[in-house]
């Protein structure tokens, strides 16, 4: 590889693991890393090769690289991910998304179909804020009061936003690991890429997509509301959407089983996690998993763990 490429690879912080020969692409959404598809690992790794990336800006990438300009939409972020595809040569992968890392999915896939095979959206959100006849969740007063919080104190933002996106008080360790997930997130990054995540507006971009979706949807989101799945399942031309029981944003960590299972009968392979896993996460982590191939910068051991 040349130095071009390994720089693209060291910006996005890209690792690559597992024996499959189809590629499965992992994208975290804000305030997270790809540490939070730790958990989920054993059961990609055992059919696909897994390729993990940080947005840029956060985790192990390349904090320099971060642009106001260049990520000042979602659709900059999309390029992002594309460099990494065409770098590591990569077509009809399967990509795997959450929340604003699955709208990037949609943005990359609309641009070049052909380096992808499937996408599974979790939790996306094509636009938070409401308007004419849609009801993305959030009224633009609601937003800017949330982004003047984060801006005002960080940590506190994150104590309060946590758990409301993990929507389960009976889960304090998903709690505890998302807060400090958000907190010790660049406070620049974070309230630009907040500010950017919920301004976005990708609606138009749906009906342009070919690529066949599966929508994962929790059925008590309160970041995303239910309408919302079934608006991206009316508007994307090839997709199914599915209804997980359990609450909050994160249904891949509320509720893995569950998640895998539909991810697994939309693209036709039994995903499971082993007998007796139990998913749990007591922080932020970013990077290599033993066995994996680090292709970006080496990073912290994550601390997500799935522990029998």
Do not use: K
């Not at 540490?35 to 192990?60: I, N």
């Not at 995540?197 to 749906?206: C, E, G, I, V």
């Amino acid at each position: 590889m040349n130095n071009a490429g390994s720089l693209v690879l060291s910006r996005s912080n890209v690792h690559v693991s597992g024996r499959g020969r189809q590629a499965l692409v992992l994208l975290h959404g804000l305030g997270c890393t790809q540490a939070v598809w730790q958990p989920l690992l054993p059961a990609f790794e055992a059919h696909y090769r897994v390729v993990r990336l940080d947005l840029v800006g956060t985790g192990g990438s390349r904090l320099g690289e971060y642009s106001r300009e260049r990520h000042g939409s979602l659709a900059g972020h999309a390029t992002d991910l594309l460099d990494v595809l065409r770098t590591l040569d990569l077509s009809g992968a399967v990509f795997v998304g959450h929340s604003i890392g699955a709208m990037i999915g949609v943005l990359a896939a609309v641009r070049e179909p052909a380096r992808f095979a499937n996408l599974v959206l979790l939790a996306p959100s094509p636009r938070f804020l409401n308007g004419r006849d849609y009801a993305g969740g959030f009224e633009p007063g609601d937003v800017e009061e949330l982004l003047a919080s984060l801006e005002n104190n960080q940590d506190e933002w994150a104590q309060a936003f946590a758990p409301v996106a993990i929507g389960d008080a009976s889960r304090p360790d998903l709690i505890m690991g998302l807060t400090s997930s958000f907190a010790s997130t660049n406070p620049g990054v974070l309230r630009h890429l907040a500010r950017v995540a919920f301004f976005n507006d990708s609606r138009l971009a749906l009906p342009l997509l070919s690529t066949p979706a599966l929508i994962v949807q929790p059925a008590r989101d309160m970041m995303v509301p239910l309408g919302v799945g079934y608006y991206l399942h009316e508007q994307l031309p090839d997709s199914q959407l599915v209804i997980i029981n359990t609450s909050g944003h994160f249904p891949h960590l509320t509720a893995p089983e569950a998640t895998l299972a539909a991810i697994g009968r939309f693209l036709g392979c039994p995903l499971a996690l082993p007998a007796g896993t139990a998913v749990s996460w007591d922080g932020p982590g970013c990077c290599p998993v033993a066995g994996g191939r680090v292709a970006g910068q080496p990073g912290a051991t994550p601390r997500f763990t799935a522990a029998s």
